[in-house]
């Protein structure tokens, strides 16, 4: 599976970013999508995930509320919109995929992985 992310950037606390990720490639299995994100300093940490037909969603609860992942099957592309922005949510965001039969609800599973996307919240 290759992964492609863009629509990172800078952005004031309590603004909006959306985030794409273009799936692509031929697998024996069909899969999960997730969005992670390393800030500077910190460990790596799951966001959140939609399942492949784009019927179920995990978020941490950081992060619920103000972000929403939702994925247009036609164009095997997952979205992550961000709003209510905080400085907190300053970091690399990846996208990553996960075999959809693997408890990647809880951040697991996850082999596949794009190049990160830099967001950056000021205050």
């Known amino acids: 599976v290759q992964l492609q992310a863009s629509g990172g950037g800078l952005v004031q606390a309590g603004g909006s970013l959306r985030l794409s990720c273009a799936a692509s490639?031929?697998?024996?299995?069909?899969?999960?999508l997730g969005w992670f994100r390393q800030a500077l300093g910190k460990e790596h940490e799951f966001v959140g995930g939609?399942?492949?037909?784009?019927?179920?969603?995990y978020y941490e609860d950081s992060v619920k509320g103000r972000f929403t992942i939702s994925k247009d099957n036609a164009k095997n592309t997952v979205y992550l919109q961000m709003n209510s922005l905080k400085p907190e949510d300053t970091a690399v965001y990846y996208c990553?995929?996960?075999?959809?039969?693997?408890?990647?609800?809880?951040?697991?599973?996850?082999?596949?992985w794009g190049q990160g996307t830099q967001v950056t919240v000021s205050s």
């Open positions: 990553s995929a996960a075999p959809d039969g693997s408890p990647w609800y809880q951040g697991r599973g996850f082999d596949y």
């Open positions: 490639g031929r697998t024996p299995f069909t899969y999960a």
């Open positions: 939609v399942s492949w037909n784009g019927g179920n969603t």
